[in-house]
Structure formats: structure tokens, C-alpha cells
């Protein structure tokens, strides 16, 4: 499978949303952070637009990050976004959205041992992926450092976000931001491709991070969940789920790591 990469033009046009908001200092990582970003679908172009620019403030460089547009056609090369760093790639894909082909083309490409794979509804701190690189470059494997999500309820005014504790998330949810590294991304066979549609990809997943890589489980950071249409069900992919979890882990592996390298055999850049 062939798949198009191009860098966004740095003269596109989207609204600043974010002048109140003060970068940090700019620090040298002894080495970068890949961040991936699976996107699909013209309706979720304002969170990624907004996602991208408060990127621009993080305190880590070197930082790359890689939007990687799974879709029948490319929409993105049509709403040009302002970032002199990120670079976009589209894969050809289906009726549904599989974001685990969109990550596992990335974490193919990253140039960094570093992955944070980060949903596009997803505003993190400034200094979050500076902790990202701390924790990956220093013997662990992979990290998790969410304890909370604050979902947007409404914006009465252009710049203001609101929120409260009725659309707080704070149990023990895998998702949104998690972070590995490369080598361990593909030992563990990536993100399982057989998941379409809306759900459970992350959890599946994650019960493979946490088996069988060294997890530093540091959850002290909260982040803001943009606004968007939500999906009608997440139980759609439930059955697919349980099913692949009763597996035996090296059977799952096995398969796996077969499904990745003909994925990596199709990413030509």
C-alpha cells in the first residue's frame, strides 16, 4: 500500500484561540518525542486544529509530530494547517475509521524512540511530553501520566472553555495519551488492526503494555477533552474484544507481530 506524506504548509489560516496562554520555557531533550495523531473526518478538523496549536507550546524539543490521516481520500491537503513541525500522511482506508492502521503507520515513520500516541480531543499540559521523554528516555518501557480528563460542556464566549466536576472522567481509563517506546511499540506488536469503528482498540491495547513492557504508571496530570459529536455506542466492538483477550498472550503476539511487519512492508514512503 502506498501512502502520501507532505509537510503542512506553515502559510494556512486558523483561528488563534489560545493568546492568554503562556509557553514555557523551551528546554533540549537528550532525545525527541513522536507524537502521533490518528485522524479521520472534516468534522473533527477544529479539534485538531486547536490540538496542533497549543502543541506549539510544549516545553520539550526536539518534538515531532505526525498526523496520520486514515480515510478513502484526503481531506487534510484542502484546510491547510499553520505548523512549520508537523508532518501529515494519509493511508487509504475503508468505510470506518481504524485508527490502529493510522498508528501503527506512524510509529513505522517516527524518527524519535519516543511515541505518544494522542487522540486529536485531547489539550495537555505544556510540559507534558517533557515528561513523556524523561520517563521513556530512563529505563522505562512505556508511561501513563493521566489521572483526569475534563470534558468541554460549552463555549459562551470564543475564549473561554468551561467545565465542571458533572464532566469530570477520573477512574481508571487507558486512553487519550499513552506512551512507549518504538522498539518496545513493534516488540509488542503494535495496535490491533482488526478493530474498526469506535471502540475498545485502546483497551485491548493496553492489556499488552501493561503484561509485557516496564510501565512507569504516573498518573499526575489532567487534561482538557475538546468538544465533538460523539458516537451513538461504544459497545460496538465488545464482542471482537473479549474474544482476543482470552487468547493466550503469545498466540495474540504471534499474530500480531505478523499483521505489523506487513504493515511495515506497506508503509513506502
Known amino acids: 500500500m502506498n501512502i502520501e506524506t507532505r509537510k503542512i ?13 503562556q509557553p514555557a520555557e523551551r528546554r533540549v531533550l537528550s532525545g525527541g518525542v513522536s507524537v502521533i495523531i490518528p485522524f479521520r473526518g472534516q468534522d473533527r478538523l477544529d479539534n485538531l486544529r486547536s490540538c ?13 509530530v505526525i498526523v496520520v490521516e486514515e ?4 481531506i487534510l491537503h484542502k484546510f491547510p494547517i499553520a505548523s512549520k513541525t508537523t508532518k501529515v500522511v494519509h493511508v487509504k482506508g475503508g468505510d470506518r475509521f481504524n485508527k490502529s492502521i493510522a498508528v501503527n503507520t506512524g510509529a513505522i515513520i517516527a ?6 500516541i494522542h487522540d486529536v480531543d485531547l489539550i495537555l499540559p505544556n510540559n507534558y511530553f517533557e515528561e513523556v521523554a524523561k520517563s521513556l528516555y530512563n529505563d522505562n518501557e512505556s508511561c501513563f501520566l493521566l489521572k483526569e480528563i475534563y470534558y468541554m460542556a460549552h463555549r459562551p464566549m470564543p475564549n473561554r472553555i468551561m467545565i465542571s466536576n458533572n464532566h469530570k472522567r477520573s477512574d481508571y481509563f487507558n486512553g487519550g495519551s499513552v506512551n512507549i517506546c518504538k522498539e518496545t511499540f513493534m ?6 488492526e482488526k478493530f474498526s469503528g469506535y471502540g475498545h482498540e485502546d483497551c485491548e491495547f493496553w492489556t499488552r503494555v501493561q503484561a509485557l513492557t516496564k510501565l512507569n504508571e504516573d498518573r499526575k496530570y489532567a487534561a482538557l477533552h475538546m468538544k465533538h459529536k460523539r458516537p451513538t455506542s461504544w459497545s460496538e466492538n465488545t464482542a471482537l474484544y473479549e474474544s482476543i483477550v482470552i487468547q ?7 499474530e ?14
Open 9 to 21: 504548509s506553515s502559510s494556512g489560516y486558523f483561528r488563534d484561540t489560545s493568546k492568554l496562554f
Open 52 to 64: 496542533l496549536q497549543f502543541l506549539l507550546y510544549q516545553s520539550a524539543m526536539p518534538l515531532e
Open 71 to 74: 480515510s478513502p481520500e484526503m
Open 111 to 116: 524518527k524519535y524512540q519516543a511515541l505518544s
Open 187 to 192: 516488540r509488542i506488536g503494535g495496535m490491533n
Open 248 to 254: 493466550p498472550m503469545e498466540d495474540r503476539l504471534a
Open 256 to 269: 500480531l507481530q505478523i499483521d505489523l511487519k506487513i504493515r511495515q512492508n506497506a508503509t513506502i514512503l
